[in-house]
Nanobody
Framework: QVQLLESGGGLVQVGASLRLSCAAS????????MGWFRQAPGKEREFVAA????????YYADSVKGRFIISRDNAKNTLYLQMNSLKPEDTAIYYC????????????????????WGQGTQVTVSS
């Protein structure tokens, strides 16, 4: 069983930056692909970004490409999401998720293809 704990959310103004962190309990974290998803009120959970176990491959939703950066520190069992140039439409609860084993590229975009989820951290961008 893997436990994931997000932190770093908050209330910021348009154009600001935030860095989210996701701390994992498992020593096998380094073998997991990891992702960030978000869910706004009344909307479905949507893909934000993902990263391979080594960090060598990253994937982004078009809506955040060029503004957000996903990274990981396997020595610290921690996943990050650097969010820059925040917009009101980025307002949501942000979740980190993980899964071990082989995967196809299309798996990284799908919530159902992740086994472990954190409780989420709220990000609110005020205009």
């Amino acid at each position: 069983q893997v436990q994931l704990l997000e932190s770093g959310g908050g209330l910021v103004q348009v154009g600001a930056s935030l860095r989210l962190s996701c701390a994992a309990s498992a020593r096998t974290f380094s073998s997991y692909r990891m992702g960030w998803f978000r869910q706004a009120p009344g909307k479905e959970r949507e893909f934000v970004a993902a990263i391979s176990w080594s960090g060598g491959s990253t994937y982004y939703a078009d809506s955040v490409k060029g503004r957000f950066i996903i990274s990981r520190d396997n020595a610290k069992n921690t996943l990050y999401l650097q969010m820059n140039s925040l917009k009101p439409e980025d307002t949501a609860i942000y979740y980190c998720a993980g899964r071990g084993g082989l995967y196809s590229v299309r798996d990284v975009y799908t919530p159902a293809k992740y086994d472990y989820w954190g409780q989420g951290t709220q990000v609110t961008v005020s205009s």
